[in-house]
């Protein structure tokens, strides 16, 4: 089974990129080029794809902190209730981007190490997936602030084009279903019990 942030990802979030991809196809026809028409369209894509990602990973952190608090780790419910609420305190995902950092410090108030646990379960992939989280951001803070140093230190590392969001998505596709696996293993172990 799969958490309800990776359905919501593969679904609605999913549909909500469709929707901009199918708006890039209407301006340019599906032509190449035109890149006065389509520069703000691809900013949109690559910003877009970022706040699905912040929203998936705050979904997926969410569950896993219903996950860790249940009944049977936990059986009081108030002071479940108060664990929840110090495990969101000051959650980064609330207020911050889903970039590497963020993602490790959120995840590590239920004592899972992230990104240690994703590199050690997918040792070549997980390169990879932290490498394009952490450029996405940087390219949505660029386009998000009007930053021109950012936006440069992020098109020398990949066009800001269709293409790369193309491949940006994929990629996060992958590490989307990843961490998902990786966030049910870890509750699973501690808790004993199927978190989703």
Do not use: C
């Given at each position: ?10 679904d609605s979030r999913s ?12 301006v340019t026809r599906g ?166």
């Amino acid at each position: 089974m799969v958490s309800e942030a990776l359905s919501s990802w593969r679904d609605s979030r999913s549909a909500n990129l469709d929707a901009l991809v199918a708006a890039h196809q209407a301006v340019t026809r599906g032509l190449p080029g035109r890149p006065s028409l389509t520069t703000e369209l691809n900013h949109a894509l690559i910003a877009r794809l970022a706040s699905e990602l912040q929203g998936f990973s705050r979904d997926l952190h969410d569950q896993a902190s219903d996950g860790f608090l249940t009944a049977a780790t936990v059986p009081d419910p108030g002071i479940r209730q108060i664990l929840r609420a110090r495990i969101e305190d000051g959650r980064k995902l609330d207020v911050g981007n889903a970039n590497a950092g963020n993602l490790g410090n959120d995840f590590l108030r239920i004592g899972l190490r992230l990104w240690p646990n994703i590199h050690a379960a997918h040792p070549v992939r997980g390169a990879r997936w932290h490498e394009w989280v952490e450029w996405l951001n940087l390219a949505r803070n660029g386009i998000a602030h009007n930053d021109p140093v950012k936006l440069g230190q992020a098109s020398a590392a990949h066009p800001l084009t269709l293409a790369t969001f193309r491949t940006a998505r994929g990629v996060l596709n992958q590490f989307a279903s990843g961490m998902d696996a990786v966030v049910e293993t870890y509750l699973r172990g501690k808790t004993g019990v199927q978190p989703w």
